[in-house]
């Protein structure tokens, strides 16, 4: 059974760091892509960065929002996907979940059907 735990979310001020963490079983990143996505009150869930194992090698994406600022990596000998964020802003307080979709060998994409969801930790910038 395919299951995803997020952890490492908490309160930090504007500028900022926080790593999160999302320990993943049941699959590999061979057949799975993993995201990164995120939800603050009264808006719509936004997708934040993915990471695959593409025929070309390791694949990842973000979200315009966060490029330069957040890192996306993984750890296969832990199963587990990384998402380093840095330099954060009080607009990226949210509920953050990682999701599996199936991709087997190809290029990660933040709009591929992500079936499989962790539970979500929040994360908060504030001073």
């Known amino acids: 059974q395919l299951q995803l735990v997020e952890s490492g979310g908490g309160l930090v001020q504007p500028g900022g760091s926080l790593r999160l963490s999302c320990a993943y079983s049941g699959f590999t990143l061979n057949n799975y892509a993993i995201g990164w996505f995120r939800q603050a009150p009264g808006k719509e869930r936004e997708g934040v960065s993915c990471?695959?194992?593409?025929?070309?090698?390791?694949?990842?994406s973000y979200a315009d929002s966060v490029k330069g600022r957040f890192t996306i990596s993984r750890d296969n000998a832990k199963n587990t996907v990384y998402l380093q964020m840095n330099s954060l802003k009080p607009e990226d307080t949210a509920v953050y979940y990682c999701?599996?979709?199936?991709?087997?060998?190809?290029?990660?994409?933040?709009?591929?059907?992500?079936?499989?969801w962790g539970q979500g930790t929040q994360v908060t910038v504030s001073s």
């Open positions: 990471i695959s194992s593409s025929s070309s090698g390791t694949s990842t």
């Open positions: 999701a599996g979709a199936w991709r087997p060998f190809g290029r990660c994409d933040l709009n591929l059907n992500y079936a499989y």
